[in-house]
């Protein structure tokens, strides 16, 4: 896939924040997206630019909702960057993240990263004129999950989720795996909720870590319909400590597979690889008393935040005058 653009190359990423889909957009459109395309006609200097694809907790196909964090060989969150001298019409396989943003624009602007900087600079990635896998060690990520709305379960408790992915697996810690990923139920299942619409325009009403949707309100209104069951189940339903899917047989993380004999080395291999790096980095989930996430300052929630000093709010209350 060609992004058809000068002075570009196209890599996947995975999000630590959001499910991932396939990116679908004509190179006219794409171009378009990059500021640099017009300044360049103009012959002034090109800045330096990247795209990334975001899209938000969308509560279906079931793999997003398995695992916010993970995603299938063919579904990556893209990322488009456009450099100054660097050779454009690329598709790199490298696996990258947000954090190597930061150290890749100071690397691009003559600073040197400060020590302790997660992330780890693409620039050698983005000069390289080859497609396909250019740096040899950059075949996994890890991304992690803690929560998307405060107040999705009592307490204002987080769903801890970590995941190593790999080309062909992706495994998946859920720490605390008697709470609901989803969040709980709350005013979800009531006749009225469904009825009024209102599943469609509050996320918070219920099941609060997946996004309002009509697809949202339409599943859980055919919740205990036989066809539609499963369906439900799988994506609002407990998980279990540890999920195994094999990305080569199963792309859209159907079958876990974490309990299969068959993948017992398999399992046992990245379940040590994604502990230890998390350990090294001092992820708070696997260090101290490993309870961090789950007192104030982080389950605190958008209320008890201080409110926003007054002139910031006349400020936006002219905007909307104007």
Same mark, same amino acid.
């Given at each position: ?41 103009? $012959? *002034?200097?090109?800045? &330096?630019?990247?795209?990334? @694809?975001?899209?938000?907790?969308? !509560?279906?196909?079931?793999?997003? %909702? ?77 991304? $992690? *999950?803690?929560?998307? &709305?405060?107040?999705?379960? @009592?307490?204002?408790?987080?769903? !801890?989720?970590?995941?190593?992915? %790999? ?93 299969? !004999? ?61």
């Amino acid at each position: 896939m060609s992004t058809g653009l000068p002075s570009s190359v196209l890599a996947p990423a995975i999000s630590s924040v959001t499910g991932t889909l396939p990116l679908a957009v004509p190179a006219s459109s794409m171009t378009n997206s990059f500021p640099s395309v017009a300044l360049e006609a103009e $012959g *002034r200097d090109v800045p &330096v630019e990247a795209l990334l @694809a975001e899209v938000g907790a969308v !509560p279906l196909p079931p793999y997003i %909702t398995r695992a916010v964090e993970a995603a299938d060989s063919e579904r990556y969150q893209t990322l488009f960057a456009r450099v100054p001298g660097v050779k454009g019409g690329r598709v790199v396989d490298d696996f990258v993240c947000l954090p190597d943003l930061a150290p890749t624009f100071m690397e691009i602007g003559g600073v040197k990263p400060p020590a302790g900087l997660y992330g780890r600079s693409l620039l050698p990635v983005l000069k390289s004129d080859r497609s396909g896998q250019i740096e040899a060690d950059r075949t996994w990520v890890i991304t $992690g *999950r803690e929560r998307h &709305v405060d107040v999705a379960r @009592a307490g204002n408790l987080p769903y !801890p989720m970590r995941a190593f992915r %790999t080309k062909d697996f992706v495994y998946i810690r859920n720490f605390m795996p008697d709470r609901m990923p989803m969040g709980d139920p709350k005013e979800a299942l009531k006749r009225e909720s469904l009825e009024s619409g209102a599943l469609q325009e509050d996320t918070r009403i219920g099941y609060a870590d997946m996004d309002s949707s009509p697809t949202k309100a339409w599943l859980i209104a055919h919740r205990n319909d036989p066809k539609w069951k499963w369906h439900f189940d799988h994506a609002f339903g407990q998980r279990p400590g540890e999920e195994l899917y094999d990305l080569r047989k199963d792309p859209h993380q159907v079958k876990n597979v974490a309990a299969d !004999p068959a993948y017992a080395k398999t399992k046992a291999g990245l379940s040590t690889q994604l502990m230890e790096k998390l350990t090294a980095a001092g992820d708070p989930r696997v260090t101290g008393d490993r309870m961090k996430f789950e007192r104030p300052p982080f389950t605190d929630t958008s209320a008890d935040l201080p409110a926003a000093p007054a002139g910031k709010q006349g400020r936006k209350k002219n905007k909307k005058a104007e």
